[in-house]
């Protein structure tokens, strides 16, 4: 499937199910399942890839569910205030579930309270309710196991090339979860294989001017580093300026080449690895976010259990390594190149 961009109407209309856990939903009067989706902001490619895979999975899976969805959808542009507002317009309209990605975790908790009081489930997306008001349902990425299938795959790298790593950790921010999680999976897999030895942790704060300065910085303290573990490749570009500042921004099997790993496959570092340049990575998989999603949504509209565990129903990435990305289907940031390119 190739760029769904195409789809960017604020009513979208499509057939599939939707349920809630307390027993079946039922239809409007003109046969429609209404799920109001509330963005914090569209600025970006990947949310535009969770819409539009969204609503073909929903093509595809809903009438062999017996629902008839109609989607209403709005965009906060960042601002909490206005994505509150957004989200009591959804209630004022009646629809019959709501799906939000929240600009602010500790704000949603209020519209969560309004939908319930007004009798309607609330699907938190990617980002949890910081809130005692978590939602019917949690849909999003499992960063935990997502950190250690690229760790996973760096260490039997190494293991194959009859080497211990010595790696630097670029971290994300702290206070993302996200963050926590893949800096706890790959020092776990780096203790549990000896493959590899942490020499030094980058802490960037998602910040890409620190992932600059901190692995140029790092590459100073460390000129024997073989290896480099991203939290994410969202800054590819800081990366590789870091790199060629010390002239090791080379490709796979020329001298000097450091094995680089790393979460999300973000456009940026997807080019890096058709260049030769990335080794692994492990896909933030908006494809497979998006199908939970309708999964879930489908289970509400029929009132199936929501079977999922009490973090949430987390989605775990695909790992990509260079040999196998070809032949991979529904990569966003392949998918959604020309997007990117153009704003």
């Not at 760029?3 to 979208?12: P, Q, Y």
């Not at 090339?161 to 979860?177: F, H, W």
Request: charged residues 25%; negative net charge.
């Amino acid at each position: 499937m190739k760029k769904l961009v195409g789809v960017l109407m604020l009513i979208l209309i499509v057939s599939t199910g939707v349920v809630f856990a307390g027993g079946q939903q039922e239809q409007k009067d003109d046969g429609k399942f209404v799920v109001g989706v509330s963005w914090d902001e569209k600025s970006i490619p990947l949310i535009q890839a969770w819409e539009d895979y969204m609503i073909v999975e929903a093509e595809a899976n809903g009438p062999g569910n017996g629902l008839d969805f109609e989607f209403i959808i709005n965009v906060a542009d960042l601002d909490p205030t206005r994505q509150a507002a957004n989200i009591e317009d959804l209630i004022q309209q009646d629809v019959d579930v709501i799906l939000a990605r929240a600009k602010d975790g500790a704000a949603i908790g209020s519209s969560i309270r309004a939908a319930h009081d007004a009798g309607i489930p609330f699907i938190v997306f990617d980002r949890k309710s910081l809130t005692e008001e978590q939602g019917d349902a949690y849909v999003g990425g499992d960063g935990y196991s997502q950190g250690r299938s690229t760790a996973e795959a760096l260490a039997s790298m190494l293991k194959d090339k009859g080497i211990t790593g010595q790696c630097i950790e670029v971290m994300g921010d702290l206070k993302d979860n996200n963050a926590v999680l893949r800096s706890q999976a790959v020092n776990e897999v780096a203790k549990e294989t000896g493959a590899f030895e942490i020499v030094t942790q980058v802490p960037t704060e998602w910040d890409p001017q620190k992932f600059l300065s901190g692995i140029t910085n790092a590459l100073q303290a460390y000129p024997e580093a073989d290896c480099i573990y991203l939290a994410s490749d969202f800054a590819w570009s800081a990366v590789q300026a870091a790199l060629e500042t010390h002239g090791r921004y080379k490709k796979v099997g020329e001298e000097g080449h450091i094995i680089m790993a790393s979460c999300d496959l973000f456009p940026d570092a997807l080019v890096a690895m058709e260049g030769g340049y990335l080794d692994i990575s492990t896909t933030w998989d908006a494809y497979l976010h998006a199908k939970a999603l309708v999964e879930v949504l489908i289970a509400i509209g029929t009132g199936a259990d929501l079977d999922y565990g009490e973090d949430g129903y987390l989605v775990p990435g695909r790992l990509v390594l260079p040999e196998t990305l070809g032949a991979m289907d529904n990569i966003w940031s392949r998918d959604y190149a020309d997007w990117t390119n153009s704003k």
